[in-house]
C-alpha cells in the first residue's frame, strides 16, 4: 500500500521560498508509471492544482504558479518535492502530495495526510 | 484554464435523504472527471472517476453521470457518514482543477 507523508517548516517569511518535500513508501516511486503531484488548499476554501512530475522529471504546472514554483523528484531517497518561490499571505494553505492513479489518469487516489504552512512574518 | 461551476454550495439534508450535487464546465471535458469527499482535517478521498466509474471499495450508493460539460453526484440514501464536502475536478486540460465544493450538512 503505497502512502506519502509530506514534511518542511510550517511557518514561512514573505517573500522567502517555501519549501516541501513528500516521502513515499510502500513502493519506489521510480516503479510503475505515474505522475507524483502538489495540490493546495487555503483554510475554509477549495482545492488548486500546483503540478506534477513524472519520475524521469517531466513537469506540468499551473500557469497562475509557473514562475514560482519547482517540484523535483530524487529518487534515490524516495522523495518528490516542492519549491515556491516569493511567497504571500495568499500563500498560506494545507499543501497535500499525491500520486495519480495510473499512468497520467489525472484523477487522485493516493493522497498524503496534507501538512499546514503559514506565510506570516 | 476550463472553470468549474459546482451546486449548490451548501446542501442540507436528512439521514435516508437521495442527494444530487452538480459540476458545470465551461467547455466541454468528455468523460474526464472525478468526484471526492473530504472530511475535515482530512485529505480528500476519492470516489468516482471517469464521470461515472466507481472507485473501489466505496459504497453503491454514491453514483456519477454526465459527459461534455454537466456532471452529477448523486447518494442514493445519505448515511451519517456522508455529511462532507463533496468536490469535483477536472483532468481533461492543464490545469487540472476543481470545484468550489458542495458542503452537505445535516438538516
Known amino acids: 500500500q503505497v502512502q506519502l507523508q509530506e514534511s518542511g517548516p510550517g511557518l514561512v517569511k514573505p517573500s522567502q521560498t517555501l519549501s516541501l518535500t513528500c516521502t513515499v513508501s510502500?513502493?519506489?516511486?521510480?516503479?510503475?508509471?505515474?505522475?507524483w503531484s502538489w495540490i493546495r488548499q487555503p483554510a475554509g476554501k477549495g482545492l488548486e492544482w500546483i503540478g506534477r512530475?513524472?519520475?524521469?522529471?517531466?513537469?506540468n504546472y499551473n500557469p497562475s504558479l509557473k514562475s514560482r514554483v519547482t517540484i523535483s523528484v530524487d529518487t534515490s531517497k524516495n522523495q518528490f518535492s516542492l519549491k515556491l518561490s516569493s511567497v504571500t499571505a495568499a500563500d498560506t494553505a494545507v499543501y497535500y502530495c499525491?500520486?495519480?492513479?495510473?499512468?497520467?489518469?489525472?484523477?487522485?487516489?493516493?493522497w498524503g495526510q496534507g501538512t499546514l504552512v503559514t506565510v506570516s512574518s | 484554464a476550463i472553470w468549474m461551476t459546482q451546486s449548490p454550495s451548501l446542501l442540507s439534508a436528512s439521514t435516508g435523504d437521495r442527494v444530487t450535487i452538480s459540476c458545470r464546465m465551461s467547455?466541454?471535458?468528455?468523460?474526464?472527471l472525478a468526484w471526492y469527499q473530504q472530511k475535515p482535517g482530512k485529505a480528500p478521498e476519492l470516489l468516482i472517476y471517469?464521470?461515472?466509474t466507481l472507485q473501489s471499495g466505496v459504497p453503491s450508493r454514491f453514483s456519477g453521470s454526465g459527459s461534455g460539460t454537466d456532471f452529477t453526484l448523486t447518494i442514493s440514501c445519505l448515511q451519517s457518514e456522508d455529511f462532507a464536502t463533496y468536490y469535483c475536478?477536472?483532468?481533461?486540460?492543464?490545469?487540472?482543477?476543481f470545484g468550489q465544493g458542495t458542503k452537505v450538512e445535516i438538516k
Open positions: 499525491a500520486r495519480e492513479d495510473s499512468y497520467s489518469s489525472g484523477w487522485y487516489y493516493y
Open positions: 467547455q466541454g471535458i468528455s468523460s474526464y
Open positions: 512530475i513524472y519520475t524521469s522529471g517531466s513537469t
Open positions: 475536478q477536472q483532468y481533461y486540460s492543464f490545469p487540472w482543477t
Open positions: 471517469a464521470a461515472s
Open positions: 510502500g513502493g519506489s516511486i521510480s516503479s510503475g508509471s505515474y505522475y
